[in-house]
């Protein structure tokens, strides 16, 4: 690790820094009677490191700062929504009578706690048009089965078990027909036409007909991963419907939409909410989310619960009627619905109408500087919605990959990169609302400035990146065959 350092201050391992007894730590005086631990239990030989407490903590604190981060550096990572978010909002879930509540605290002790589930439904509920809410799932995927699972049970509800057919068009992200693999339903792939939109004359193929019985619902992304709005969408839910589906709205992409539409007036039947994605809380790195869901007339019995209501007695919990039961211990992810209230409480409607507006501006606004270089894939001379999606060899032989590697020598984190994948070469760039004009710029400049090295010098681009720790890694071995061993 240390040989590979270039213009960083070496980290060393551990083990090398290790004096033999050095501490970092004085326990204090024990208050009780000492038990000795069970040999057998024990191990002879534990080679940790022995170090002081200053080395420990230079150590991590080096190590963290080879990471990128939202608080460091600029992160337009699409369909991710990576934005800064306020520490207001980590403060509020730090407050001790959130952080030390109990999930098996009586009721009568929790009305602080569950007043806040119940406000956020109602904040959820009013944003997005759809009646009821449950805030259980634990992540935007975990929503879609939620949601796919209520379908399920909506249609058996009716003795409609032909009803297995799930129809996803073929830019939604993966986690879609996984989830309804996971609910034992089938995915069957709508084409996108020419201008990125979901292929109409399929569309219908696919619902008429004695096909038409066998259909279950659809999940749609709007905007989609193109970062184009659906322009046909209300047709596209009347088709379903008419055949007897549902239709499912995966709200990954709610950013460029908060406070400006409601989904259910677009005639979805459930949704769910990166509420990590739209509404606070630092994501990226597998940290807890929370994927609440939201459901019209149809679904509302089946709706995943328990979930908190308002009695004239207090708060507390009740399980709809037909429920499909609990996806997750307890009430979800409690820290990040803390997080999610306090933004939303913080922004208003009118705050939470700018962050849209902002993001829909700011998109479109980077999307214009670099156009020259980096045309969008579809929806050529449309606006974008909160990201948009280039596609395309910058030289022969140079891919996106190189593109993304090279950014990292500037200090910018890579767009997303190969998704959606109707998209060769997709470069998905997202700068969300909290990014300034000066920002944008300079990465603009930047994305030119590799769009003409690919040209003058393609090495430069194909061996990036070059001032990194750790140069071009082979990303399928770090992740079939990783190191996580602090000793090599
Ligand atoms: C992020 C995302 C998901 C999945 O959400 P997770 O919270 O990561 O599980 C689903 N659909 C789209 C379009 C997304 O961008």
């Given amino acids: 690790m240390t040989s590979l350092s270039k213009g960083h201050p ?7 820094s290790s004096v033999s007894g050095r501490v970092a730590v004085v326990l204090p005086r024990l208050d009780v009677e000492e038990t000795p631990v069970p040999s057998d239990l024990l ?26 981060s939202i608080d460091g550096q600029f992160y337009p990572l699409g369909s991710c929504t ?31 706690s569950i007043a806040l589930l119940f406000q956020l439904q109602s904040c959820l509920s009013a944003l997005t048009g759809f009646k009821a809410v449950s805030l259980q799932p634990a992540a935007g995927a975990h ?8 379908i399920r049970a909506y249609h058996a509800s009716r003795g409609d078990a032909k009803r297995v057919r799930v129809l996803i068009p073929d830019s939604a ?57 659906e322009r046909n969408i209300e047709r596209i839910v009347k088709v379903v419907h008419d055949a007897g589906g549902l239709v499912y709205g995966d709200g990954a992409n709610m950013n460029a939409l908060v406070g400006v539409l409601k989904p259910a007036e677009l005639g979805f039947d459930v949704m769910h909410f990166n509420l990590h994605k739209t509404f606070a809380t ?87 500087l670099v156009e020259s270089a980096y045309p969008v894939a579809y929806g050529e001379g449309r ?52 990014e300034t004009k000066k920002t944008l710029d300079a990465f603009a400049e930047v994305l030119l400035k590799i769009a003409e090295e690919a040209k003058s010098d393609p090495d430069l681009l194909k061996n990036a990146p070059h001032d990194t720790p750790v140069g071009r890694l082979d990303e399928t071995a770090a992740a079939r065959k990783p190191v996580l061993r602090y000793r090599c």
């Fill in 282 to 368: 630092p994501h990226g790195g597998g940290g807890p989310g929370a994927g609440a869901v939201g459901v019209g007339a149809a679904l509302e019995d089946f709706l995943v619960g328990p979930v908190a209501v308002r009695t004239t007695e207090g708060y507390s919990f009740s399980v709809p009627k037909h429920s499909i039961g609990r996806l997750k211990a307890f009430h979800g992810n409690f820290g990040v619905l803390v997080r999610a209230y306090a933004y939303i409480r913080t922004l208003g409607a009118d705050g939470l109408r700018r962050v849209a507006e902002n993001a829909v501006l700011n998109a479109n606004y980077l999307r214009v």
């Fill in 383 to 434: 606006r974008s919605m909160h990201e948009f999606v280039s596609s395309g060899e910058l030289a022969p032989g140079v891919h996106t990959l190189d593109v993304a590697k090279r950014l990292i020598d500037y200090g910018y984190h890579p767009p997303t990169i190969y998704f959606p994948l109707i998209v060769k070469e997709a470069l998905m760039v997202e700068p969300t609302e909290t």
């Fill in 143 to 150: 929503g879609e089965l939620a949601g796919v699972l209520m």
């Fill in 82 to 112: 990576m934005k800064y978010n306020p520490k207001m909002n980590e403060a509020a879930a730090n407050l001790p009578g959130f952080r030390r509540s109990h999930p098996l605290a009586p009721e009568a002790d929790s009305q602080g």
């Fill in 10 to 16: 070496e980290i060393p391992l551990l083990q090398e």
């Fill in 173 to 229: 992200h993966g986690t879609n027909p996984a989830s309804c693999a996971m609910a034992g339903l089938t995915a069957e792939t709508i084409p996108s036409d020419a201008s990125g939109g979901v292929d109409l004359a399929a569309l219908e193929a696919a619902c008429s007909g004695e096909a038409a019985a066998t259909v279950a619902g659809l999940m749609i992304t709007n905007p989609s991963t193109l970062g184009l709005f």
């Fill in 43 to 68: 191990r002879g030989d534990l080679p940790l490191p022995e170090m002081d407490e200053l080395s420990v903590v230079r150590h991590f604190t080096l190590l963290s700062q080879r990471n990128f």
